[in-house]
């Protein structure tokens, strides 16, 4: 399958398996990634937040796609727009997620740049709402 699709193709895929499992499924996901994958945020290196320090590997990335659907349910994860840049891909979209503790709910423009190499994404780079989900954590 990936031999045959291009990595936009993939990224389609994987986002409406992901949409459709309410976050329950990362394995699409994971299929995409290099082992030694790097997952960055828009935030600076800087900030005091867990999200604002890239991380590397694969498995980092299994346990923060694993670790969204214990606190959070998914209300809606729609596709607006995929980029085929060839080796580069973003995904435009948007996300809304609850917390099941609080009942809080956020709702964010959401855009992930996917830069491939050799069939396997090295790297992949969030932009959202950060703000909004840290209010949503009790982090602010």
């Known amino acids: 399958m990936p031999g045959t699709q291009t990595p936009a ?16 499924s990362a394995d699409l996901f994971l299929d995409l990634m290099a082992d030694d994958i790097v997952c960055s945020s828009a ?12 991380r590397t590997g694969k498995e980092f990335a299994r346990d923060y796609l694993e670790s969204l ?12 727009e995929i980029v085929d840049g060839g080796d580069t891909v973003v ?21 992930d740049v996917w830069r ?20 949503l954590n009790r982090m602010i």
Not at 69 to 80: E, K, Q, R
Not at 96 to 111: D, F, L, Y
Not at 122 to 128: D, K, T, W, Y
């Open 116 to 135: 491939f190499r050799d069939g396997k994404a090295v790297s992949v780079l969030e932009m959202f709402d950060t703000l909004g989900f840290a209010r």
């Open 43 to 54: 935030l600076s290196p800087h900030e005091d937040h867990p999200l604002a320090k890239a």
């Open 91 to 111: 995904w435009i979209g948007r996300c809304s997620w609850r917390e099941r503790a609080t009942g809080k709910e956020t709702s964010t423009v959401k855009v």
């Open 9 to 24: 193709e993939r990224i389609r895929h994987a986002y409406a398996r992901w949409a459709e499992s309410k976050g329950a």
């Open 69 to 80: 659907p214990l606190n959070l349910d998914m209300i809606d994860y729609p596709t607006d």
